[in-house]
C-alpha cells in the first residue's frame, strides 16, 4: 500500500539533495569545523556556505545565524536567553495561549522562576487582539514571544505589524516561525525581528537540527555553556552534516517558495473544499485567508479525531488529529480550546498538512474516503443529536 503523506507540520520527507549533499560528511569530511589545519578548515567552509543559504533564505546577515539541536532548543535559548540577558531587571514575558510546547513551557518554567507571565488569549478564529499586547507591555517587559504560524491551523499572527509594536515600546521580540520558514517568504531586513526559531525537519532536512536568528545587537545569554562554537551563542562541536543539509534545505526552500503559495494551496485548496462538499457538518478551525498555504484543520462534528485517522490509517493516509490525545487522555487541543471550539467539533479535528511532494491524484484519493469514514463513525458515534441520527 503507498503511503500517502499528510502530516509535513509533524515533520517532511527529507529532498533527495539534502540527503546526497550530507553523505560526503559521514565519510571522508570528518574533520572538526573549529580545527587550524586546513581539514578542518575544508569542512568548517561547508558549514559557513550553510550559514550563508539560511541567511539568504531569511533576508538576513550570515553572522545573525546561530546553528542549533533543533527548534525546541531555539525557542528555550531565545527565551531564557532573553530573560538571563536582563539580570532580574526585566520579568514580564508575553506569549499567547496557543504557542508550541517549545515556547509554552519554557514560559511557564520561567515564570515559576521569577517572571510574570502573561499568556494572550485568542478570538474564535485564532486571532490576538494587538491592541491588548500593545497595552500590556510595561518598562517591567523582557520579551514578547509570538508564533508566526500555528502548527496545528496554519493561522499566520501579523508578525510585521507586532515586531514594529515591539520596536516601538523597546522590548525584544521573539518569534517560533518553525512552520512559517519554507512556506511563506520571510525577510528579515523589512522586519524589525530580534529573535526568530526554525527548525530543520519541518522544510526537508532531517530531524536534529535549528537555527537561531539573532539580530545584531540584541541582548542574550548563551544557553548551552563550553567552547567559542557559533560566536560563542552556542558552544558544541559543529553537527556538520546536519548543518549542511539545513544550508540545502534553505537554497531548495527558497526556489520552491512560489509553488508553496501557488500549486501547494491549491491542493490544499483542493483537499477542503472536497471534504466540505462531501461531508455534513464539517467546518474549517481557523481563519481561512490568514493561513499557511499547506494547512487544513478540519472539525467533523460528533465524531472522534481518533476514529477518523485509524480509519485513514488503514488506508495509508497519515493526517493528524487536532487534539494531543495521544495517551489516551480525552482533553482536546490547548490551540482549539483556547479558540472556544466547543467540545462536539474540538475532539472531530482533523490537521491535514500537505507539501511540495504531494499530488492532486492524491487529494483525490482522500476526499472521495472521507465521506463513507464519516458516515460510518456518526452511525456508531454516541454524540450523535437524534435529529441528526
Ligand atoms: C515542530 C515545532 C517546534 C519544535 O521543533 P523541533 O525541531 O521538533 O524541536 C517548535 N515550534 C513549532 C511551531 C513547531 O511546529
Not at 471550539?341 to 511532494?357: D, K, Q
Request: net charge negative; glycine share 8%; aromatic share 6%.
Amino acid at each position: 500500500m503507498k503511503t500517502i503523506y499528510l502530516d509535513n507540520n509533524a515533520t517532511t520527507r527529507v529532498a533527495p539533495e539534502v540527503a546526497e549533499a550530507m553523505r560526503p560528511f559521514f565519510g571522508e569530511l570528518y574533520g572538526n569545523a573549529s580545527s587550524m589545519h586546513s581539514f578542518g578548515g575544508q569542512v568548517r567552509h561547508h558549514v559557513e556556505r550553510a550559514r550563508e543559504q539560511v541567511a539568504a533564505l531569511l533576508g538576513a546577515d550570515p553572522s545573525e545565524i546561530v546553528f542549533t539541536s533543533c527548534g525546541t532548543e531555539s525557542d528555550n535559548a531565545a527565551l531564557r536567553g532573553t530573560v538571563e540577558a536582563h539580570a532580574g531587571r526585566r520579568h514580564h514575558v508575553v506569549t499567547t495561549r496557543v504557542e508550541h510546547p517549545a515556547v509554552l513551557s519554557t514560559c511557564r518554567y520561567l515564570a515559576s522562576h521569577g517572571c510574570r507571565l502573561t499568556e494572550l488569549p485568542v478570538d474564535r478564529e485564532g486571532l490576538l487582539d494587538l491592541q491588548m499586547l500593545e497595552d500590556l507591555i510595561t518598562d517591567d517587559t523582557a520579551i514578547v514571544s509570538v508564533m508566526w504560524a500555528n502548527n496545528e491551523t496554519g493561522v499566520l499572527f501579523p508578525i510585521e505589524e507586532i515586531a514594529r509594536l515591539c520596536q516601538r515600546k523597546g522590548v525584544a521580540f521573539h518569534t517560533d516561525a518553525v512552520q512559517a520558514v519554507g512556506k511563506i517568504p520571510v525577510d528579515l531586513s523589512r522586519t524589525p525581528i530580534d529573535l526568530l526559531a526554525l527548525s530543520g525537519h519541518k522544510l526537508h532536512a532531517p530531524k536534529g537540527v535549528g537555527v537561531l536568528y539573532v539580530r545584531k545587537g540584541t541582548r542574550l545569554a548563551p544557553f548551552i555553556l563550553g567552547g567559542h562554537q557559533e560566536g560563542g551563542k552556542r558552544a558544541g562541536t559543529e553537527n556538520v552534516p546536519y548543518i549542511v543539509a539545513l544550508g540545502v534545505a534553505a537554497d531548495l526552500a527558497a526556489r520552491h517558495i512560489r509553488e508553496e503559495v501557488t500549486s501547494v494551496r491549491t491542493l490544499r485548496d483542493r483537499l477542503e473544499a472536497g471534504i466540505l462538499a462531501s461531508c455534513p457538518d464539517a467546518h474549517v478551525n481557523g481563519r481561512r485567508d490568514q493561513r499557511l498555504p499547506n494547512t487544513a484543520n478540519i472539525g467533523f462534528e460528533f465524531v472522534e479525531g481518533e476514529s477518523i485517522l485509524m480509519d485513514l490509517d488503514a488506508l495509508g493516509v497519515c493526517a493528524s488529529s487536532g487534539s494531543a490525545c495521544t495517551s489516551g487522555s480525552l482533553e482536546p487541543s490547548h490551540v482549539l480550546r483556547a479558540m472556544g471550539v466547543p467540545f462536539t467539533a474540538a475532539h472531530g479535528s482533523i490537521r491535514f498538512s500537505l507539501s511540495r511532494y504531494n499530488t492532486q491524484d492524491e487529494i483525490d484519493f482522500v476526499v472521495a474516503h472521507m465521506p463513507p469514514i464519516i458516515h460510518r463513525l456518526r452511525d456508531l458515534s454516541p454524540f450523535v443529536p437524534k435529529a441528526k441520527a
